[in-house]
């Protein structure tokens, strides 16, 4: 019996597993049915022992008290204290807590992790590896960067971790983070809130600065993606921590050499602390800093002494919540000199600058100094004015206070399961008596509660809270004190027309024009130009090119310039196409009224002509020059001037084919005349010879034939022209882009030049023949005049040519009217004006005997 009593002691013995080390941490504890975690970042320096492991390393220190995050802390407990007083949530059930500081550095966070998932006790005995977890679940870590690194572990045990300040966008990924949780949006729309201040400024042209981690570097990339849409980055830097002097010294180069107005900055206080005192120094103004929430409410930062730099600062800032009873319970802390609650008596000792007796003796020991305040713990917490009993802007604090809630809720939900209708398999509720954390994940998914503000807390399929922010600025109040001043909202969760609010004249803008600032590489291209970008610099720096004639833009910053219908052209500022003037020459402008005018006095003259010669048609003169020729001629000299006033007025298919038909057979039967009376002056001066009858052959009938012919082989030609391809009508843009040249179009070249080179070809025999018989005796000097009409004809139309082609618009017309009735006044002039000079002034040379050259002469 003795023996198995001694083996039965050795196996429990052996059954028994201690822990072989504890870390030194600083942190708080209570006890309760279950423990919740907490981690926080409240000392700000930390002392690494000596790693050259020659000996064990001594643990690692903390040092730095920060009050504001202390806060955070007792805000934690006070949601704990407020929740076990709830007769509704929780009811008959008390949570606990352990928190940890993690000196903001990733050893300790480590350090803290391990120790809330391993618990408290040294020994841990077979018999007691039942129940609940050390902790169910962590409120932090604070740091995106730990969170990463502390979630991988908590995701092997499946134990949830809520935080309050991580935003990394990193963390939503549930595949790589199934366990982590946040009730502080992810930076993916911190990055949205601010992409729609920009826009809703027009800022285009960026500077952005980011910290050397996962928070700075996610954001930042995000940042980047999204700014591509609408703008560029000036410069991208980041803080390293490695050279944070070299860097600093850089940055602030680069930002005060840059054109650009607007810097976003995604960093810590802590890390931009360094770089803000350098911009200080260095009195670097005029730029609008765009603060990330890590920054953008550090009352450490937004000092009178940087507000000449810094003042206008827009941030995004955590939603601020109220928290009632919250100051007063700040206030209620004493000191307990606990090794577990061993961070009050570290507050204690900070904010009164004394020490409590049994760490005087250790600080003796450590530094032989003895210059010191003895603390009492009967200090008066309430007449200190610090970040930690300040509860009037509350918002990391307002963020762990719904982490805790969230937990609770969840918790709620299993605890008070109804039996058989559980999530779990065969419809099974959790043991309470044996809580895995798996099983509190999957109700913390479900959370969904309204709190008394009003605001719903919920987690999206991310785990990420709803997406609410306060848009705040940095001002200076009536005192001179800078405060940081809610200027705005943006509100992601809700339905809205805009996500963001802004009350506008509530912003101060740190200027001197106090006006908002603004940030482009180059201005908006007015309506009317074009962007053309410039040479190996950014999209957004560019030139505004003016549209080419015939081009359009009409909004502001147009990447190209539209072409206008064929029909239209730009107007004088080149943003809109306008209906083209359509020119033609009409008979309401002044030159077509002139040539009008003309042509209507050639007409009539030609009439007049004509009467005259039917008037005195039995007068020597006008039987001499064959009457009946006389009469043809003249006839069709007045269509010469009347088919003029076809090419004037607007084109249209009838007057198109009449203008050329009646052009073509007028002018051939005029010329046709005209060789007929050369050719019977020819024969008649060669019938004066003896013997030669030849004028019996070329009678008068013969003379009509060969009209009528030399006219007819014209007018087979302009039946085929019009036949095949007639003219049309046709708007002419090709040599006036502004204008729509009205014109007649001949439709087939080859008709049109054989009309004109069929009148060439009779003009061009006549003018031989009439040159050739220019030497006839005096009498017979009909044949001078013809040559001298058809020197002019020929001349005119010869002239025409050139002038037709270069001739823009309505003045191709009017040199072709112009040309048919110089031709024609001329054939008028020269042929008639000596026969009407002798009819009407010299009647005494109208007489037989004078033509035949008897007169005799005067004494």
Not at 123 to 140: N, Q, S
Not at 166 to 188: G, H, M, Q, V, W
Not at 322 to 334: D, V
Not at 415 to 433: L, M, Q, R, T, W
């Amino acid at each position: 019996m003795f023996a198995l009593a001694i083996f039965s002691a050795s196996a429990i013995n052996n059954s028994v597993c201690k822990i072989q080390e504890k870390f030194q941490l600083n942190g708080l504890y209570k006890n309760g049915d279950f423990i919740i975690g907490g981690i926080f970042e409240i000392s700000f320096k930390i002392n690494i022992p000596e790693l050259s492991f020659r000996y064990k390393p001594k643990q690692w220190t903390c040092e730095s008290f920060e009050f504001s995050v202390f806060q955070w802390a007792m805000t934690m407990i006070f949601a704990i204290e407020e929740i076990n007083r709830d007769q509704i949530l929780l009811p008959n059930i008390t949570l606990g807590y352990r928190l940890y500081d993690n000196c903001v550095k990733l050893p300790v966070a480590m350090r803290v992790a391990a120790a809330l998932i391993s618990g408290k006790e040294d020994e841990i005995k077979d018999y007691d590896c039942r129940g609940p977890p050390p902790v169910i679940a962590i409120i932090g870590d604070p740091v995106s960067t730990h969170s990463i690194a502390i979630s991988r572990i908590l995701s092997l045990f499946q134990m949830p971790m809520v935080s309050y300040s991580a935003s990394c966008s990193c963390l939503s990924n549930k595949n790589e983070y199934p366990s982590f949780f946040r009730t502080i949006p992810s930076d993916t729309f911190q990055v949205k809130a601010m992409i729609e201040i920009i826009k809703h400024y027009g800022w285009t042209w960026l500077g952005a600065i980011a910290s050397d981690d996962d928070y700075g570097q996610n954001a930042i990339k995000t940042l980047s993606e999204e700014v591509k849409n609408f703008g560029c980055l000036s410069f991208l830097e980041t803080i390293h921590k490695v050279n944070e002097k070299g860097d600093v010294a850089r940055i602030t180069r680069i930002i005060k050499e840059s054109t650009a107005n607007v810097i976003i900055v995604f960093t810590s206080e802590v890390e931009l602390k360094a770089l803000m005192t350098e911009v200080v120094s260095q009195n670097i103004t005029g730029k609008q800093w765009i603060a990330s929430e890590g920054w953008s409410t550090a009352t450490t930062l937004a000092t009178k002494e940087n507000f000449y730099s810094f003042g206008g600062t827009l941030g995004i800032a955590i939603r601020r919540g109220e928290i009632p009873g919250l100051e007063e319970f700040l206030c209620q802390i004493r000191p307990n000199y606990d090794p577990d609650n061993n961070l009050a008596i570290q507050f204690w000792e900070t904010l009164f600058q004394c020490k409590f007796e049994e760490n005087a003796v250790k600080s003796n020991l450590t530094t032989g100094l003895h210059d010191y305040n003895t603390c009492t713990g009967a200090e008066n917490v309430t007449g200190m004015n610090t970040a930690y009993n300040t509860a009037s802007d509350l918002r990391y604090s307002y963020n762990v206070y719904k982490a805790v809630y969230a937990v609770a809720h969840a918790l709620h939900a299993l605890v008070f399961c109804d039996s058989g209708k559980g999530p779990f398999e065969n419809n099974a509720c959790a043991d309470i008596a044996n809580i895995q954390p798996w099983q509190l994940l999957y109700y913390l998914k479900k959370v969904n509660f309204t709190n008394h503000l009003g605001e719903r807390v919920a987690f999206d399929e991310n785990g990420d809270a709803l997406a609410i922010y306060d848009i705040v600025n940095w001002q200076l109040d009536n005192n001179g004190r800078v405060i940081i001043k809610n200027v705005g909202v943006f509100d992601k969760s809700a339905a809205k027309v805009t996500d963001l609010l802004l009350k506008e004249n509530d912003i101060y803008w740190n200027l001197d024009s106090k006006l908002i600032p603004v940030s482009v590489c180059s201005q908006n291209c007015p309506a009317g130009t074009r962007k053309a970008p410039r040479k190996g610099q950014p999209l957004c720096c560019f030139d505004c090119i003016p549209c080419a004639e015939g081009e359009i833009s009409s909004e502001t910053d147009s990447i190209e310039c539209l072409k206008c219908p064929i029909d239209f052209w730009s107007n004088q500022g080149r943003t809109e196409c306008i209906l083209k003037e359509i020119e033609f020459l009409s008979f309401e402008d002044a030159m077509g009224m002139t040539l009008t005018t003309i042509a209507v006095c050639g007409a009539c003259l030609s009439v007049a002509v004509l009467a005259v010669f039917i008037h005195f048609r039995s007068s020597p003169v006008v039987k001499a020059n064959n009457s009946e020729l006389s009469f043809l001629l003249l006839i069709s000299l007045t269509l010469c001037f009347l088919c003029s006033l076809c090419f004037i007025g607007q084109p249209s298919h009838l007057t198109c084919k009449a203008m050329h038909m009646v052009f073509g057979i007028s002018f051939a039967m005029c010329i046709s005349c005209i060789l007929v009376k050369t050719i019977v002056v020819i024969m008649a001066f060669k019938a004066t010879l003896p013997g030669n009858n030849m004028m019996k052959w070329f009678g008068a009938l013969q003379q009509r034939c060969t009209v009528f012919l030399f006219t007819f082989i014209q007018l087979i030609t302009c039946i085929i022209w019009l036949t095949t391809s007639p003219p049309y009508p046709s708007k002419n843009t090709r040599y006036q882009n502004g204008k729509i040249i009205f014109e007649c179009d001949v439709g087939s070249l080859i008709g049109f030049s054989c009309l004109l080179g069929y009148i060439g070809l009779l003009a061009g025999i006549c003018f031989i023949l009439a040159f050739l018989a220019r030497n006839l005796p005096d009498t017979f000097n009909e044949a001078k005049f013809i040559t001298f009409s058809m020197l002019i004809f020929c001349a005119v139309w010869i002239t025409f040519i050139p002038a037709y082609v270069s001739s823009p618009g309505k003045f191709t017309v009017a040199v072709e009217v112009f040309a048919i009735l110089a031709s024609s006044f001329g054939i008028l002039f020269a042929i008639f004006s000596p026969k009407c000079y002798i009819i009407l002034l010299k009647p005494e040379k109208n007489t037989k005997k004078a033509l035949m050259g008897r007169v005799p002469p005067k004494k």
